[in-house]
């Protein structure tokens, strides 16, 4: 069965400190993952996107992800955190575009 | 703009009172989804839909309901049966299952507290 495993519930760093978010997934097919972002009392919003182009995957506010089939993992890094990126984090895979699955989020705390 | 609408954003309703969530998005997709919120457990599937006059239950549908008539919209009903529903409900849309990515896209969510 597919699933996705995000590993820390809660991952907390300084302001400037890198930020390393661990997403492992199981896929018996070629995958599609992503990693949403969610801000207190807001829908998710797409931060980036694997559609089997480019290994490394860039996204938005300076996020980027690396696919790594032989790990079977998708982490998403920033090298210097910002305030601004509190959040939950969700990694999803959908196995070759079918109905995606989530992981179940990261709560990212960043201290001045 | 293209995007999802969900409203309302807050609701409160009192106990053994249905209530209905409501749905629309004109990003012309096939597909749309509810899912529930809670704190430390992820999203949860409800219901979900590929096409208008049908829909599948999802891994809680149990004490929800909806509806399809139309493509933009898919409510969801939060029935009296239902336990415990005060959440966070999220909807979303997307291609059909199987022809695309895979890619969600969600609406605001609306918090719904049954007092």
């Known amino acids: 069965a597919q699933s996705v495993t995000q590993l820390g519930s809660h991952v907390s760093v300084s302001e400037g400190a890198l930020v390393l978010l661990r997403c492992n997934y199981s896929s018996s097919v070629p995958p599609y993952l992503f990693w949403y972002v969610q801000y207190p009392n807001q829908g998710l919003q797409l931060l980036l996107k694997y559609t089997s182009a480019a290994t490394l995957v860039k996204g938005i506010n300076g996020f980027e992800a690396e696919f790594k089939k032989s790990e079977t993992s998708f982490h998403l890094t920033k090298p210097s955190a910002h305030m601004s990126d509190a959040a939950e984090y969700f990694c999803?895979?959908?196995?070759?575009?079918?109905?995606?699955?989530f992981g179940q989020g990261t709560e990212l705390s960043v201290k001045p | 703009d293209g995007g999802i609408t969900q409203s309302p954003k807050y609701l409160f309703r009192k106990e053994g009172q249905n209530v209905t969530l409501s749905c629309e998005q004109n990003l012309n997709h096939d597909a749309m989804y509810w899912y529930r919120q809670d704190p430390g457990q992820g999203l949860r599937l409800i219901y979900y839909s590929q096409i208008v006059n049908d829909f599948q239950k999802g891994d809680i549908a149990e004490g929800y309901s909806v509806s399809r008539e139309k493509k933009e919209s898919f409510p969801l009903t939060v029935t009296s049966a239902q336990k415990n529903p005060t959440a966070f409900y999220l909807c979303?849309?997307?291609?059909?299952?199987?022809?695309?990515?895979?890619?969600?896209?969600f609406g605001e969510g609306s918090r719904l507290t049954v007092l």
């Open positions: 979303a849309s997307g291609g059909v299952a199987g022809t695309g990515t895979g890619e969600l896209f």
């Open positions: 999803a895979v959908s196995p070759s575009g079918g109905k995606l699955i």
